[in-house]
Nanobody
Framework: QVHLAESGGGLVQPGGSLRLSCAAS???????IGWFRQAPGKEREGLSS????????FYKDSVKGRFTISRDNAKNTVFLQMNNLKPEDTAIYYC??????????????????????WGQGTQVTVSS
């Protein structure tokens, strides 16, 4: 069992930035960690993912160029730097982990069923 804990959410004005953190209890059996979000009344969507072993990164078009995913393997932590935030980025943000048996195609596609462990989420609100 892997436990994930997100932090770093909050209230920010449009155009502002936030950095989210996802601390994993262990990454030894993981293939990747990804970031997802769910806005009220909408389905949960994948945003970005990073492979644990070699740091390959993947982004969905909605955040490409504004969000950057990175990792600190020594601390079992993955970050999501979010810049130029917009009101439509308001959502609960979750990190999730896929096991090392997960094919790279599924890691990149960021379907929620491909990720086995989930954090509790952190609220991000973009408003003036």
């Amino acid at each position: 069992q892997v436990h994930l804990a997100e932090s770093g959410g909050g209230l920010v004005q449009p155009g502002g930035s936030l950095r989210l953190s996802c601390a994993a209890s262990s990454t030894s059996a993981l293939g990747a960690i990804g970031w997802f979000r769910q806005a009220p009344g909408k389905e949960r969507e994948g945003l970005s993912s990073i492979t644990v072993r070699d740091g390959k990164t993947f982004y969905k078009d909605s955040v490409k160029g504004r969000f950057t995913i990175s990792r600190d393997n020594a601390k079992n932590t993955v970050f999501l730097q979010m810049n130029n935030l917009k009101p439509e980025d308001t959502a609960i943000y979750y990190c999730a982990a896929a096991t090392d048996a997960t094919p790279l195609f599924h890691i990149a596609n960021m379907g929620t069923r491909s990720y086995d462990y989930w954090g509790q989420g952190t609220q991000v609100t973009v408003s003036s």
